[in-house]
């Protein structure tokens, strides 16, 4: 299937990256730095701890930034989705659409701040789901 990667790292080294990517996505704004550059972050942690959660259980994903399909591709197998976890999918468009010049409405501030209270709950809830143990095994 094309976007399947066999060297993709561990959960926990998918779940590193999403906190890193939420870090930055909290950071003091400087004049200069737009809106929608910190919307990505947020986007780019709630898709990396889902696809941790997905390498967590084994389940096979395509490498999309469609959070929509995360989100599906976990339903489809059993697990079960928190409403707030569901709003993830709108961060989606901070994974393409924002981070290039192109004609669309300016990210707000109070979007930004809603783009990081939604990856903030995603990162929370998968790393509550696959906890320290963040290395799969066979009795999960």
Request: hydrophobic residues 40%; contains cysteine; charged residues 30%.
């Amino acid at each position: 299937m094309q976007g399947e990667r066999n060297d993709v790292g561990s959960p926990k080294d998918w779940l590193r990256r999403a906190k890193s990517n939420l870090i930055r996505a909290r950071q003091p704004k400087h004049e200069e730095v737009l809106w929608e550059d910190f919307c990505f972050d947020a986007q780019q942690a709630a898709e990396k701890s889902l696809k941790a959660l997905l390498l967590y259980h084994e389940i096979p994903f395509r490498f999309v930034h469609d959070i929509a399909e995360l989100l599906t591709v976990l339903e489809q197998n059993g697990i079960s989705l928190p409403e707030q976890i569901r709003a993830a999918a709108e961060l989606s468009d901070y994974a393409v659409e924002a981070r290039y010049p192109r004609p669309i409405e300016p990210v707000t501030e109070d979007e930004y701040k809603e783009a990081v209270t939604i990856a903030e709950m995603v990162v929370s809830w998968v790393e509550g789901l696959i906890g320290s143990n963040t290395e799969r095994t066979t009795d999960n």
